[in-house]
């Protein structure tokens, strides 16, 4: 449904529950994702009602640790859960490596945990990750619950179950699928996340009507500037939305042989441009998938495929929202970018395989995309 931005009368903020079932697929069993404000304060009770396990060890990292652990360890508490000590990580992506994961399971097996407690992940994509990896291994599988703390968290990572840490060999290069047992997502979190990480998560949103769903991104176009401003209801609902794509995508191929790899759009130019700026604070992810979406329409448009004004209509709605619609200033010219391009592990047996767009809502996996049209758009962009 489309609304207009000048709508009066908010919404309702209401609980929503995306589920996802892979049981067929893996066995794993369905779970919930559940939606609301300040949601935190009934995790206990969320958890309870579907999980049996008692005895729960809390991951998360020294940013969120001062905001939210006292607070979750007091309902949890409340709700006759046993804590076992928790583990605070420093925060930031460094901290997805070999040695944070030793560390992690050491402490989550000096704590102990055993088959039938419960791990929570409260935190960001790192902490996810990282504690998804740690309980996918420790005792052959821990359950976990995934409660994100940032948008980018609450619409893409914390859901379909990858995990994953950093090695020399690229970034999530070892790690495992493994499905949590339930998210909550409470939306309350994000009034402590600083503005950049909430734009960087929102290109994520984006991406989903950009890929499959024209009037969701009509949506965005009208609600964004709530959605970043803190505005429940349209955060709800654009979370609950982004959730649910990603739930059918997921439920349709969870190991990324097919469609899962739509998600991918905008990703295969944005990690060029994340590893030419050395994965650093110069441009975040969001901010390269923001840039790559807008590319990727571009490129679009020069084959023919979609119209010249959609892809300037996607452009103007990730500029209207402070993200960034060109690369920064980078030390690599088109030559390393197109080779950084091929090197991303999506790329098939050496082809440039790129997700495109027949239009807003449209994307596909294009094949055997032509070198030089990617690289005259590259050179358009730097
Ligand atoms: N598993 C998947 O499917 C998947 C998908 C996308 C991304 N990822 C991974 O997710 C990671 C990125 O996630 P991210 O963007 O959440 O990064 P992050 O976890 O590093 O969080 C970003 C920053 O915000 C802080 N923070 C978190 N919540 C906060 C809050 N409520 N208030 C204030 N500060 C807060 C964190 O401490 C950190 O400094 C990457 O490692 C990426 O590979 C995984
Ligand atoms: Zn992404």
Same mark, same amino acid.
């Given at each position: 449904?489309?609304?207009s931005?000048?709508?009066?009368?908010? $919404?309702?903020v209401?609980?929503?529950?995306v589920s996802?079932d892979l049981?067929?697929?893996n066995r794993? $069993?369905p779970y919930d994702?559940?939606i609301?404000d300040?949601?935190?304060?009934?995790?206990?009770?969320l958890i309870?009602?579907r999980?049996?396990?008692?005895r729960?060890l809390?991951?998360t990292?020294?940013?969120?640790?001062?905001l939210?652990?006292?607070?979750l360890?007091?309902v949890?508490?409340?709700s006759?859960?046993?804590?076992?000590?928790?583990?605070?990580?420093p925060a930031?992506?460094?901290?997805?490596?070999?040695?944070?994961?030793?560390?992690?399971?050491n402490?989550?097996?000096?704590?102990?945990i055993d088959?039938?407690s419960l791990i929570?992940?409260l935190?960001?994509?790192v902490?996810?990750d990282l504690?998804?990896?740690a309980?996918?291994?420790a005792?052959?599988?821990?359950?976990?619950?995934?409660m994100?703390t940032?948008?980018?968290?609450?619409?893409d990572?914390s859901v379909?179950g990858?995990t994953?840490?950093?090695?020399?060999a690229?970034k999530?290069?070892v790690?495992t699928f493994?499905?949590?047992?339930l998210v909550?997502?409470d939306v309350?979190a994000l009034?402590?996340?600083p503005?950049?990480?909430?734009?960087?998560g929102?290109?994520?949103?984006?991406?989903?009507?950009l890929?499959?769903d024209?009037?969701?991104?009509?949506w965005c176009r009208a609600?964004?500037?709530?959605?970043?401003?803190g505005?429940r209801?349209a955060q709800i609902?654009?979370?609950?939305?982004s959730?649910?794509?990603?739930?059918q995508v997921?439920m349709?191929d969870?190991?990324?042989?097919?469609?899962?790899?739509?998600?991918?759009l905008?990703?295969?130019f944005g990690?060029?441009m994340?590893s030419?700026?050395?994965f650093?604070n110069a441009l975040?992810?969001g901010e390269?998938?923001?840039?790559?979406?807008?590319?990727a329409?571009?490129l679009?448009a020069?084959?023919g495929?979609?119209s010249?004004?959609?892809?300037?209509?996607?452009?103007?709605?990730?500029?209207s929202?402070?993200l960034?619609?060109k690369?920064p200033?980078l030390a690599?010219?088109?030559?390393?970018?197109m080779?950084?391009?091929a090197?991303?592990?999506?790329?098939?047996a050496?082809k440039?395989?790129l997700v495109?767009a027949?239009g807003?809502g449209k994307?596909f996996?294009?094949?055997?995309?032509?070198e030089?049209?990617?690289?005259?758009v590259?050179?358009?962009?730097?």
């Amino acid at each position: 449904m489309v609304e207009s931005s000048s709508d009066v009368m908010a $919404p309702p903020v209401e609980t929503h529950t995306v589920s996802i079932d892979l049981s067929q697929a893996n066995r794993t $069993p369905p779970y919930d994702i559940v939606i609301g404000d300040n949601l935190f304060a009934n995790a206990g009770e969320l958890i309870g009602q579907r999980l049996s396990a008692r005895r729960c060890l809390i991951v998360t990292d020294t940013n969120i640790a001062p905001l939210y652990l006292k607070r979750l360890e007091a309902v949890l508490d409340a709700s006759g859960h046993t804590l076992l000590p928790s583990v605070t990580l420093p925060a930031g992506e460094s901290s997805k490596d070999y040695v944070n994961l030793h560390v992690l399971l050491n402490r989550i097996l000096a704590a102990g945990i055993d088959r039938s407690s419960l791990i929570i992940a409260l935190g960001g994509g790192v902490v996810g990750d990282l504690a998804g990896l740690a309980a996918s291994l420790a005792m052959r599988g821990i359950d976990i619950v995934q409660m994100p703390t940032t948008l980018l968290a609450q619409v893409d990572s914390s859901v379909g179950g990858k995990t994953g840490i950093n090695t020399d060999a690229g970034k999530n290069t070892v790690g495992t699928f493994y499905q949590p047992r339930l998210v909550i997502i409470d939306v309350s979190a994000l009034d402590s996340l600083p503005l950049r990480e909430m734009r960087a998560g929102y290109a994520e949103i984006v991406k989903y009507g950009l890929i499959k769903d024209a009037a969701f991104f009509n949506w965005c176009r009208a609600h964004a500037g709530k959605l970043l401003n803190g505005d429940r209801a349209a955060q709800i609902h654009a979370i609950a939305a982004s959730c649910n794509y990603k739930a059918q995508v997921v439920m349709a191929d969870e190991r990324e042989a097919g469609e899962r790899a739509l998600l991918n759009l905008g990703h295969t130019f944005g990690h060029a441009m994340e590893s030419a700026t050395g994965f650093s604070n110069a441009l975040m992810h969001g901010e390269a998938v923001a840039i790559g979406m807008v590319m990727a329409f571009r490129l679009s448009a020069q084959l023919g495929l979609c119209s010249h004004t959609e892809s300037y209509d996607v452009r103007d709605h990730i500029a209207s929202v402070g993200l960034p619609v060109k690369p920064p200033a980078l030390a690599c010219g088109v030559d390393q970018l197109m080779a950084l391009m091929a090197q991303d592990k999506k790329a098939v047996a050496g082809k440039l395989t790129l997700v495109l767009a027949r239009g807003i809502g449209k994307a596909f996996v294009a094949k055997d995309v032509r070198e030089t049209e990617v690289r005259a758009v590259w050179a358009e962009f730097l």
